[in-house]
């Protein structure tokens, strides 16, 4: 007989880095009964317990060729979603960076975020009136690659975030360092105005975000099918 339980470990960690879709858990259940069934084979031909599992892990497949990214979903509705995201994240930027306005950085940044509340605004407002009309609208998107693309987004963004703070940080303090100074923020609005200078760029997380939630709307807009 053989341990079940080892045989789950080692498929949870195979599938540790797949969407829990339909269509995967199938085929997680599916690899486990294979290898169940493996191991039983090569134990009945007189093979010992782990050497089993070891041919039995050794010879199983690629499991990344095994799974269908593309997903059919509700592509209306996946666009409306994701703009109605869009406008949330960039009205709560737009609040966020309004005492930015203070600064000459900040009249930029709260400005464009303006814009494209707006702009987002206008857009949400559009396809709400065709979203009953369109709402069963279908395509096939590539979910795998979209979730490869939120990873790569938020990873951009944490070295965005991590080079404009150094950069922002020398310029603000380096002579201090150089010469040794102790480093000093004079008065309340010193501190507003260095506390906005890291701000400001954390606005940008709007960017990821909408990456991140594109990957989840590909999961609660699936279309299934009978």
């Not at 979903?73 to 930027?93: C, E, G, N």
């Not at 814009?115 to 396809?127: D, E």
């Not at 096939?140 to 922002?168: D, E, H, P, Q």
């Amino acid at each position: 007989m053989t341990n079940r339980h080892d045989l789950e470990i080692f498929v949870d960690r195979l599938f540790a880095n797949q969407r829990k879709t339909k269509e995967v858990v199938e085929l997680k259940n599916e690899v486990l009964s294979n290898l169940e069934a493996r191991v039983t084979d090569y134990m009945e031909n007189g093979m010992e317990y782990q050497s089993a599992i070891s041919m039995a892990i050794d010879n199983i497949e690629d499991i990344e060729a095994l799974i269908d990214d593309n997903q059919k979903v509700y592509s209306y509705r996946f666009r409306y979603d994701l703009v109605q995201s869009a406008l949330i994240y960039s009205l709560l930027a737009w609040i966020v960076t309004i005492p930015a306005r203070f600064l000459p950085s900040g009249i930029g940044v709260n400005t464009l975020l303006l814009c494209v509340v707006v702009f987002t605004g206008a857009v949400y407002l559009s396809m709400s009136r065709h979203l009953k009309r369109y709402e069963k609208q279908t395509a096939i998107i590539n979910a795998g690659k979209l979730a490869k693309w939120s990873k790569g987004a938020w990873w951009l963004w944490s070295i965005f975030i991590v080079v404009v703070s150094l950069y922002t940080f020398v310029i603000q303090y380096g002579s201090d360092l150089w010469f040794g100074r102790a480093l000093r923020i004079d008065g309340p609005y010193s501190f507003y105005e260095t506390v906005m200078r890291y701000a400001i760029p954390m606005t940008s997380v709007i960017i990821p975000l909408l990456v991140q939630k594109a990957c989840k709307l590909t999961l609660q807009l699936e279309v299934n099918e009978p």
